[in-house]
Structures are given as structure tokens and as C-alpha cells.
Nanobody, 127 residues
Framework: QVQLVESGGGLVQAGGSLRLSCAAS????????MGWFRRAPGKEREFVAA????????YYADSVKGRFTISRDNAKNTVYLQMNSLKPEDTAVYYC????????????????????WGQGTQVTVSS
């Protein structure tokens, strides 16, 4: 069992930056692939970014590529999402998720590709 707790959300002006953190419990964190998803008001939860268990491979949604960076520190059981050049359309609740299986194919982009979820942290970008 893995428990995930997100932090770092808040209110920021357009063009600003935020860094989200996701702290994981358990001794097997380093074996899990990790992802970030978000859900904007009235929309479905959507993929944002993912990172392999080693941290060597990362994946991004086209909408955030070049602005967001996912990283992890396995010694701290933490995954991060650095968000720069934020836009009002980035406003959403952001969730981190853990995946037991190695990332293959495109399942990492789907909510059903993950086994554990955090409760989410609100990010609001004002124009």
C-alpha cells in the first residue's frame, strides 16, 4: 500500500511559477512509476506528466511541454512538478499517482494505468 500526499498548490498570477510536491509512504516508492494528473472545473481528469521509477524517462502532455518539469527524489520518497509560465487554463486540482508496473505503451497517460492516488492540491492561476 502506498499513500500519497500532495502539497505546494496555491494562487498565482499568469506567468508565475509553482512547485508541487507529492510525498509517498512506503519502502517501495523507488520501484513505482509516478504521474501527475489534473482536473479542471467541469472537465475530466487529464494526464499532465509521468516519470519512470529511475527518473531517467519523462513524459508530458502537449499542453504543458516546455513549461512543466517532473522529477523525483527516491531518497526522499518524493516526486515534484515544477510549473513555469503558468496560464489561467492550468487552473485545476492536481493529483499525483503511483503505478506499480513499468511504463510501457501509453497506459501512463490513462487514469486506469495507476494504482494509488493522492487527494489533490488546488492550483489557481489568475489572469
Amino acid at each position: 500500500q502506498v499513500q500519497l500526499v500532495e502539497s505546494g498548490g496555491g494562487l498565482v498570477q499568469a506567468g508565475g511559477s509553482l512547485r508541487l510536491s507529492c510525498a509517498a509512504s512506503g519502502r517501495t516508492f523507488s520501484t513505482y512509476a509516478m504521474g501527475w494528473f489534473r482536473r479542471a472545473p467541469g472537465k475530466e481528469r487529464e494526464f499532465v506528466a509521468a516519470i519512470s521509477w529511475s527518473g531517467l524517462t519523462t513524459y508530458y502532455a502537449d499542453s504543458v511541454k516546455g513549461r512543466f518539469t517532473i522529477s523525483r527524489d527516491n531518497a526522499k520518497n518524493t516526486v515534484y512538478l515544477q510549473m513555469n509560465s503558468l496560464k489561467p487554463e492550468d487552473t485545476a486540482v492536481y493529483y499525483c499517482a503511483a503505478r506499480r508496473a513499468v511504463i510501457t505503451g501509453t497506459e501512463y497517460r490513462e487514469t486506469h494505468g495507476y494504482d494509488y492516488w493522492g487527494q489533490g492540491t488546488q492550483v489557481t492561476v489568475s489572469s
